[in-house]
């Protein structure tokens, strides 16, 4: 163990003074054409309609006339070198990260992993949280030294948090380069099929800790999830100075990883409060979905079993369409926008399916908060109790009869049919080109949402509503699906 450590103070030494010289060269200061060292401002809605061209309250913004979210730094003189100096400074922050990572690393394994008094599954929760913040870290330094945008660590991190557990506000993306977008490619597809395992061992181990029947823990669950609300509406009511009806919108956008980005965290203090708060209570609020669907399956397990697969699958979707008009009406009657129907059933879909891209973000009156709320949270019962089964039934229903390799090859041919069809249909409405394409769809079926690429006309709003209800949770049980066959290996070599 002292070998290792040693190792990775001499990597960290070399890795520090590679970036410097990798940062510094990227930024010259008499560069003609400097790169930008804010975060790149996407037309996130703000539910002001004093950004939006002609008054036009809540209405979605073309995205070469959007003007920057007021909650967002201005721009600065690129060629300053005070800004060039902001750039490289936080140089000490990724030595800092990463030692601190070593050493709660070491810790664990001395305190934790090497004591018999924790089983294999005490201690699996604690490891695959060390493994999410290895990972979020990795790809911090990634995008730290290979990004055009020149964000600061504190930033990167910011970024790969919310990335990560797919809140997506959209305030940070890196999409300037071919690089940038490759790296988010693989950033976005490997954060699912890893952490899809890594995840589902976490809430595996909090649901075999709970004794006696589904459900029992429920108002437990319910009861931290309304403190970590409560806290979150207070905490960045304090840091923004906001309302608290502002704040508890964007602690329920954020735990139920909607991030529509309409209310952002600004400055480096904010944005920690938000990485430590989305690192805390995502995972909480991931637990009373499970909770609750074990409930709910465990209630109605003896009429769903008198069903037939097709009466059950017909009820699912019969659930979703309900909650999904329901939701479509509430905005429109609700609403202080004055959006049309077709565009609240849009914002319905986008918001039901957690995507939350932010070109309509319902935050202008007390009655939009109020709407927004309910229907995130009604939401989230409906994916407890539908999404996941009628996914899991129509994927039985594909690979009934087949062997492992035959299963995990016709789960991938479905995966990629979705994002081919995404590309396809959007290039066809927007004109975009492939990898824009394939951008806009890997974040849209991992529902994170940035907001950066948007359905711009009423036909392409059209259709990604019944992508997004059908894409969306088809991805998440495929990747899920795909994954949990080797979940076992992967248990058995955290638990080792």
């Known amino acids: 163990m002292k070998l290792q450590l040693l190792l990775c103070v001499a990597f960290l030494a070399h890795a520090s003074a590679h970036v410097a010289k990798f940062r510094g060269q990227k930024v010259a200061v008499n560069d003609p054409t ?31 006339e959007a003007a920057p979210p007021p909650s967002k ?48 599954a005490q201690r699996a929760p604690y490891m695959a949280f060390l493994i999410i913040l290895w990972f979020i870290t990795v790809f911090a330094t990634i995008f730290f030294t290979l990004s055009t945008h020149a964000w600061t660590w504190i930033e990167c991190m910011y970024f790969c948090v ?15 380069s071919v690089l940038d977008r490759l790296m988010l490619l693989v950033f976005l597809w490997l954060n699912m099929m890893v952490l899809s395992v890594v995840l ?46 502002q704040g508890f919108t964007f602690a329920t956008v954020t735990l139920t990883t909607v991030g529509y980005g309409g209310l952002l965290p600004t400055g480096p203090a904010a944005m920690i409060c938000a990485s430590i ?28 079993a008198a069903m037939s697969k097709r009466a059950l699958i017909l009820t699912y979707v019969g659930i979703i369409i309900g909650w999904l008009f329901l939701g479509a009406q509430l905005f429109h009657t609700f609403n202080g926008h004055g959006w049309d129907w077709p565009q609240c059933l849009y914002l319905a879909a986008v918001t039901m399916t957690t995507v ?43 690979t009934k009869g087949k062997n492992r390799m035959q299963s995990l090859i016709t789960r991938l041919m479905i995966l990629a049919t979705i994002i081919v069809t995404g590309v396809v249909a959007f290039d066809y409405f927007e004109g975009w080109p492939i990898l824009h394409g394939l951008v806009y769809t890997s974040v849209t079926c991992t529902t994170v949402g940035y907001g950066h690429l948007l359905p711009s006309s009423a036909a392409a709003r059209l259709f990604a509503v019944p992508f997004l209800l059908a894409g969306v949770p088809m991805t998440g049980c495929l990747v899920s699906s795909i994954s949990g066959q080797y979940s076992d290996e992967i248990s058995k070599l955290i638990e080792d």
Do not use: R
């Open 356 to 398: 939350g891209y932010g070109d309509y973000t319902p935050t202008k009156t007390y009655a939009d908060h109020i709407v927004t709320i309910i229907f995130i949270w009604g939401s989230v019962i409906i994916i407890a109790a539908v999404f996941g089964d009628l996914d899991g039934l129509l994927l039985d229903a594909l």
């Open 162 to 176: 919310v990335t990560v557990t797919t809140v997506g506000y959209g305030d940070y993306v890196p999409h300037d």
């Open 73 to 120: 730094p201005k721009p600065v003189d690129q060629s300053s070198p005070d800004q060039l100096k902001k750039a490289d400074s936080p140089l000490w922050h990724l030595l800092v990260t990463w030692l601190v990572l070593i050493l709660v690393t070491v810790a664990y394994f001395q305190m934790v992993h090497g004591k018999k008094s924790y089983t294999p």
């Open 277 to 304: 708060f989305i690192l805390i209570g995502v995972p909480m609020t991931g637990c009373l979905v499970g909770e609750l669907g074990g409930m709910i399956d465990d209630k109605f397990k003896n009429k769903k």
């Open 34 to 64: 400097p790169v930008s060292t804010e975060p790149k401002h996407w037309p996130k809605g703000t539910g002001d309609s004093s950004n939006l061209p002609n008054g036009d309250a809540g209405a979605p913004v073309a995205q070469e």
């Open 200 to 245: 589902g061992i976490v809430t595996g181990a909090v649901d075999e800790g709970a004794e006696g029947k589904k459900g029992k823990n429920l108002k437990w669950h319910v009861l931290n999830i309304i403190g970590v609300t409560i806290f979150g509406a207070t905490l960045f009511m304090y840091l923004e100075s906001w309302t608290f009806l």
